[in-house]
């Protein structure tokens, strides 16, 4: 079994800046692409930002320019450094990496957006 887990969110204002992190345990055969999502209230969770294994990455139009995504593979951990956070990013944020092709999420951490 694989479990990632969140960590880094909170309460930041706007204009403000927080660190997500994300550590992935367990029985890791290969990790493959790493995401982050989010779900706010009463939508849809939506993907915001992916890197592959290789580093390639790929940004939702609402966090490019202000949302980095990096992962280190000797740690299987995924980071997203979020910037300039607006009140419409409150939501939870959720880690999802692909193990040997097998998705797996976290529990999510919750990043609230707010004066």
């Known amino acids: 079994q694989v479990q990632p887990v969140e960590s880094g969110g909170g309460l930041v204002q706007p204009g403000g800046s927080l660190r997500l992190s994300c550590a992935v345990s367990?029985?890791?055969?290969?990790?493959?692409?790493m995401r982050w999502y989010r779900q706010a209230p009463g939508k849809e969770r939506e993907l915001v930002a992916e890197?592959?294994?290789?580093?390639?990455?790929n940004y939702a139009a609402s966090g490019k320019d202000r949302f980095t995504i990096s992962r280190d593979n000797a740690k299987n951990t995924v980071d997203l450094q979020m910037n300039s956070l607006k009140p419409e990013d409150t939501a939870v944020y959720y880690c999802?990496?692909?193990?040997?092709?097998?998705?797996?999420w976290g529990q999510g951490t919750q990043v609230t957006v707010s004066s």
């Open positions: 999802n990496v692909m193990d040997n092709w097998i998705n797996y």
């Open positions: 367990g029985s890791i055969i290969h990790l493959n692409a």
């Open positions: 890197i592959n294994i290789d580093g390639r990455t």
